[in-house]
C-alpha cells in the first residue's frame, strides 16, 4: 500500500525570529500548515529561537514544563498557537540526543499525525546533517504506514499528509530525502509483501510481485518451476511445497551495473504460508505464518530500490518460495531428500523447512553464481525470538570482515543485529545414520537458532557468508517508533544500507 505520507522541503535564509519563520512556511506550496513541528532537546530544552512565545497561548518553557516534557525520542505534546489569522497546531516533539536512531523515532510520531491527509511544517532537522534529515523523513514515511482491508477505508495515497522540512541556508538536501523516500518505498514493499493474506500469497504470486516491483528498475528475472526445479535438482523447495496444491518456485532476481567491482548474493526465504506441514503448528504458531516470507519480501524489496541507491555492486535476489502444506502428498519426517549438489537430508521435523529450501538456494548460489559474498535472511527459529526479543536480529558469519560491515549496517539503518556463534562442537548432532546430514539436532533441546546456522553453512562452500535470523524482528504486535502493526520489513534498511557503502 502506498505510504499515507509526503515530505518534501523548504529552504529558508535563517531560523530567527521563529514565530515569523513559521508563518511563512505556514504559507508554503499546499495550502497552510495546520500542524507546526518543533524539536524538544534532551532535557526540556526548545530548540527554537524565543520568539515562538509571541504565538503561543503561554510560554514555550511554560508548556513544556506542564507536560513535563524530557525531550525523549518521539516524546509528544501539543497545544495551539496563532500564526498570523489562523489556529494552528503546535507539536512539541522530543528528539532525545539527535543521533538517527532518535530522530527515526520522533519522525514517525509526526508521521502517524499527518497519516490522514494533514499538512505540517516541522524546523526540526533544520540545521542538521544530510544523514540526520534523511533519518528524520524515512521515519515520517514508515510511522504513516498502514496495512488495511477494512472496507470503506480510503486510499493512503489519496489521503496521504504532507510534511515540509523547513532546512536553513543554501545547501541542497534533495538528496537526503531522496534516499529517505527510496528506502521507505522499499521497506512499504516489503511490509505490504508479509502483511498480504496468505489466501491470495500463493508462490506464483509472490514470483508476480517481484517481477512487477523490480521490472522498471532494470532488475532481470527468472523464475524456476515445476520440471525446472525437478531438473535442477531442487530437492528441498519441492519438499517442502509438496504438500501444497500451489506449486513451490525459485525466484531470481539479477541486478547489474556497469562497472560492478563485486557479485553479492542474497537469499530469502519465502514460505507463503507455514502450517508446519504434518509436524503440525498449535493454533497459536500458526496465526502470523502469513509473515513467514519475510526474509524474501526483504530481498525484493531490496532488489527494487537498487539502481534508486546507485548501488555499484552486481546482486543476485533468490526467493526460495513454496507453501509448507499437510496432505496426502506432503513430505514427510523419515524422509530422505536430496538437495541441490546432490548432499541427502534426513527429514526429523517438517516444521523445520526453511532450512531445506535455503540450503537449496544457497547451494546454487555456490556453485553456479560463484558471488564474492553470500548473505540469507530468514524468518528461522523460533529459538532466535526467544535469545534475542523483537530488538535484534541474529547475525551468524563464516567472515569477521563481512559481519563487521553487516553490524555497522545495520547500526546506521535502525535495523540492528547481534552476532552469534557458530559453534562448532555443536555439528556433531546434525549427524545422520542414514543421510549426510539430519535436518535438525538428533538430541533435541536448546540452541536451535544454532543448529539451523550450522546446518545452512554446509551448504554456502568456503565462500563469506552471513546468515540473518529475524524471527524476532520480522514482525510487531503493536506499533513503535518507526514499527507499525504487522510486518516491519526488517533487513530492508540493513542491507540496503551494507549494498551502498561501497
Known amino acids: ?165 523547513l532546512v536553513a541556508g543554501p545547501r541542497d538536501r534533495s538528496d537526503a530525502l531522496s534516499r529517505a523516500r527510496a528506502i521507505a518505498d522499499a521497506v512499504a514493499l516489503a511490509r505490504d509483501l508479509a502483511n498480504t493474506p496468505s489466501a491470495a500469497k500463493s508462490p506464483q504470486w509472490l514470483a508476480d510481485q517481484a517481477v512487477s516491483a523490480t521490472a522498471e528498475h532494470g532488475i532481470g528475472a527468472h523464475i524456476w518451476t515445476g520440471a525446472e526445479l525437478s531438473a535442477g535438482g531442487f530437492g528441498g523447495i519441492l519438499a517442502v511445497g509438496s504438500g501444497s496444491a500451489r506449486p513451490p518456485a525459485l525466484i531470481e ?131 532466535a525470538r526467544t535469545a534475542l526479543g523483537s530488538s535484534h536480529a541474529a547475525l551468524y558469519s563464516t567472515s569477521d570482515a563481512l559481519a563487521k560491515s553487516l553490524l555497522a549496517a545495520g547500526d546506521a539503518s535502525g535495523d540492528r543485529l547481534w552476532r552469534m556463534p557458530l559453534a562448532q562442537q555443536y555439528l556433531t548432532m546434525l549427524d545422520s545414520p542414514v543421510a549426510d546430514l539430519s535436518q535438525v539436532s538428533r538430541a533435541g533441546g536448546h540452541a536451535g537458532s544454532i543448529f539451523a546456522a550450522l546446518f545452512l553453512r554446509e551448504f554456502a562452500g568456503q565462500r563469506a557468508w552471513a546468515h540473518l535470523d529475524i524471527a524476532g524482528t520480522g514482525r510487531v504486535t503493536s506499533s513503535d517508533g518507526d514499527l507499525t502493526y504487522g510486518a516491519t520489513g526488517f533487513g530492508t534498511r540493513l542491507l540496503l544500507r551494507w549494498l551502498s557503502a561501497g
Open 253 to 383: 532476481l539479477t541486478y547489474t551495473p556497469a562497472d560492478a567491482d563485486s557479485h553479492v548474493v542474497l537469499v530469502g526465504k519465502g514460505i507463503t504460508f507455514d502450517s508446519g506441514g504434518l509436524s503440525l503448528k498449535r493454533e497459536g504458531a500458526m496465526r502470523f505464518m502469513k509473515m513467514d516470507m519475510a526474509g524474501g519480501a526483504a530481498v525484493i524489496a531490496v532488489m527494487s530500490a537498487l539502481s534508486r541507491l546507485g548501488v555499484t555492486k552486481r546482486v543476485t535476489g533468490l526467493i526460495s518460495a513454496a507453501e509448507n502444506m499437510p496432505s496426502g502428498s506432503a513430505y514427510r519426517p523419515g524422509d530422505v531428500i536430496t538437495q541441490y549438489g546432490g548432499r541427502t537430508v534426513e527429514v526429523l521435523n517438517t516444521d523445520a523447512e526453511g532450512r531445506l529450501v535455503l540450503a537449496d538456494a544457497l547451494a546454487y548460489a555456490d556453485a553456479v553464481l560463484k558471488p564474492d559474498q553470500m548473505v540469507d535472511i530468514a524468518t528461522l527459529t523460533g529459538a
Open 1 to 165: 500500500m502506498p505510504l499515507a505520507s509526503h515530505v518534501t522541503l523548504l529552504r529558508g535564509a535563517g531560523l530567527r525570529p521563529a514565530g515569523d519563520y513559521f508563518a511563512a512556511a505556514a504559507d508554503g506550496a499546499g495550502g497552510p500548515a495546520e500542524i507546526v513541528a518543533v524539536a524538544v532537546d534532551h532535557g526540556g530544552r526548545l530548540a527554537a529561537d524565543a520568539s515562538l512565545d509571541a504565538v503561543l497561548p503561554a510560554r514555550a518553557a511554560e508548556v513544556i514544563a506542564a507536560y513535563r516534557l524530557t525531550g525523549k525520542a518521539g516524546e509528544i505534546a501539543e497545544t495551539m498557537a496563532l500564526l498570523g489569522p489562523a489556529a494552528v497546531r503546535v507539536v512539541f516533539l522530543g528528539v532525545g540526543d539527535r543521533s538517527a536512531r532518535s530522530l527515526r523515532r520522533a519522525g514517525a510520531e509526526l508521521g502517524r499525525r499527518v497519516a490522514d491527509g494533514k499538512t505540517a511544517a516541522a524546523t526540526v532537522v533544520a540545521d542538521e546533517s544530510d544523514e540526520q534529515v534523511q533519518a528524520f523523513a524515512e521515519g515520517i514515511l514508515l510511522g504513516s504506514y498502514e496495512y488495511s482491508l477494512k472496507s470503506g477505508a480510503s486510499d493512503p495515497a489519496a489521503a496521504a499528509g504532507q510534511v515540509r522540512l
